[in-house]
């Protein structure tokens, strides 16, 4: 499973010409799902996610975490977005191979089970529509970019 997580001002995205999430101070997060994936990597990522602190405090020193910024912020959340891309292999060729990527009906039921952890944490958390084309926004904050892969990691 892959993530890259952006600390933002705002974030929206649009699915269907629909706005169907949208936050303030807070985590855009794009969401990649492997064929290897288990609930057990959604369970890991999903925390730490949630508890990576890349926000910053009163001395500007990344050390709050979106639940720190829900204490600050009612509008702060977590946007998910659903990227199979992320798990494009560009190695050989010009062209993306995306083998290593879930089949669509495993990769839903894992991004619908990580929006769920989310939420059940009484975090704010918005999302796309699953294999949608979708028109995503955001102002980046620093910019603060990180990039997670739960690939190798023995969970």
């Avoid at 890991?44 to 639940?67: H, P, Q, T, Y």
Wanted: aromatic content about 6%; some cysteine; overall charge negative.
């Amino acid at each position: 499973m892959k993530a890259v997580v952006q600390r933002v001002k705002r974030a929206s995205v649009l699915a269907h010409g629909k706005l169907t999430g949208s936050i303030e101070n807070g985590l855009l997060v794009y969401l990649g799902i492997s064929k290897n994936d288990t609930e057990k990597d959604v369970k890991w990522l999903a925390d730490k996610i949630v508890n990576l602190r890349i926000f910053g405090d009163e001395n500007e020193k990344m050390n709050l975490s979106i639940n720190d910024m829900l204490q600050q912020s009612h509008d702060s959340g977590i946007l998910v977005i659903s990227q199979f891309t992320l798990l494009g292999d560009c190695i050989k060729g010009r062209r993306p191979y995306f083998g290593e990527a879930a089949d669509p009906d495993i990769a839903q039921g894992l991004y619908n089970y990580f929006i769920d952890i989310i939420r059940e944490q009484n975090i704010k958390c918005e999302s796309g529509i699953f294999q949608a084309k979708m028109e995503v926004e955001s102002i980046n904050d620093g910019p603060v970019t990180i990039i997670i892969d739960t690939a190798g990691l023995s969970l």
